[in-house]
């Protein structure tokens, strides 16, 4: 590809083999790298975002909150 690019890659993996959270950094034809996160974690971080959205959604069908919500609008006096 590029006459450093075999260097660059040898000192941006030891760079990111510093960091457990990352896989090896992959250099695409285009030249565009790519430093995947573990997949481990992409799936915890997914996981975390499907409980959030559940709650988030249970608490917005909850006739009672939305109840409260409404006597709570209004200005503070």
């Not at 450093?4 to 960091?19: C, D, G, P, Q, R």
């Not at 997949?39 to 909850?62: G, H, Q, T, V």
């Amino acid at each position: 590809m590029y006459d450093n690019s075999e260097e660059f890659m040898t000192e941006i993996t030891a760079l990111v083999a510093k960091y457990g959270d990352y896989e090896a950094p992959i250099l695409k034809s285009d030249g565009d790298l790519l430093i995947p996160l573990r997949a481990d974690l992409k799936r915890s971080a997914a996981a975390a975002d499907a409980l959030a959205k559940a709650m988030a959604d249970m608490m917005r069908k909850d006739k009672s909150l939305q109840k409260a919500k409404a006597e709570r609008s209004g200005w503070i006096v």
